[in-house]
């Protein structure tokens, strides 16, 4: 027997706590349900075997929050079906156009981020020095880009009822068809610290950058300042994040 509904959450918390989601999500989340039912499991016992938290496993069946590529597999095995039962729409379709939007998404946002990161290193080795003559067009160029994969990435993300980066993450993990491997651990990696690796490596690039600077003359070790205060304000994100680890860690140890 399923566990006990919760109290629901008030009416002004209703657009907080319950962003739209997207007939996909919903159908995997369907799919996972019905199978626990099928197989005559609690929301408990799935958890305990998947080990995780019951609120987990809830989330999944809610279309809260998208499983993970190695989850999914690990909920295909406990259930005794496939990951492809799980994730597959009746239709070859639906499956071809999920693949390709979780695709799109790692695509446009690697090359928005790529870019960005290689322009932090170019402004580091250019603070305190003469600014080159093709300075205005490239900051022209990678404004243009953030703006057009700003709005790219707005799009997918609405499309497929993606409310936040991790969201957004734990979607894009799901393109792989290798479940487990690097790429996958990787991701999950970068959504449980996405804002701490945002800042620590904005810092590098810039230190890098400014180190550059310095070793042609350009610039002076004055400019180190800029990647010490990026990585001063990081310690804000990390500091959140590593509850949210603690906390996930202390979830699962009580079941």
């Known amino acids: 027997m399923d566990a006990p509904h919760r109290t629901s959450p008030v009416p002004g918390d209703a657009r907080r706590t319950a962003p739209r989601i997207a007939p996909l999500s919903q159908d995997i989340a369907a799919r996972i349900k019905a199978r626990r039912q099928t197989c005559g499991l609690s929301q408990d016992a799935l958890a305990r075997a998947l080990g995780v938290t019951r609120q987990t ?14 989850s999914l597999r690990d909920i295909a095995r406990a259930l ?6 799980l994730l597959t729409s009746p239709g070859p379709a639906a499956r071809d156009r999920a693949l390709a939007a979780r695709r799109e998404l790692c695509t ?16 580091g080795a250019a603070i305190g020095g003469p600014a080159p003559a093709s300075s205005t067009g490239f900051a022209a160029f990678r404004l243009g880009i953030c703006v057009v ?7 997918i993300a609405r499309r497929e009822g993606l409310a936040t980066v991790r969201q957004m993450i734990d979607f894009a993990s799901l393109a792989s068809t290798h479940p487990g491997s690097w790429g996958d651990r990787a991701l999950r990696f970068t959504s449980r610290w996405f804002w ?24 002076d ?32 140890s009580r079941e």
């Open 196 to 219: 701490t690796l945002w800042f620590a490596l904005s810092a590098l690039m810039y230190a890098l950058g400014s180190g550059i600077g310095i070793a042609r003359g350009q610039t």
């Open 57 to 70: 496993v809830s989330n999944w069946e809610c279309a809260r929050t998208i499983p993970d590529a190695l």
């Open 108 to 123: 446009v946002a690697g090359i928005v981020l790529a870019l960005q990161f290689i322009a932090m290193a170019i402004d």
């Open 149 to 155: 994969g700003g709005i790219w990435l707005w799009c």
């Open 221 to 252: 070790a004055s400019s180190l300042i800029a990647p010490a205060f990026m990585l001063l304000i990081g310690t804000i994100p990390y500091t959140w994040e590593r509850s949210n680890a603690r906390n996930a860690r202390t979830g699962q």
């Open 80 to 85: 005794n079906t496939t990951a492809d039962a």
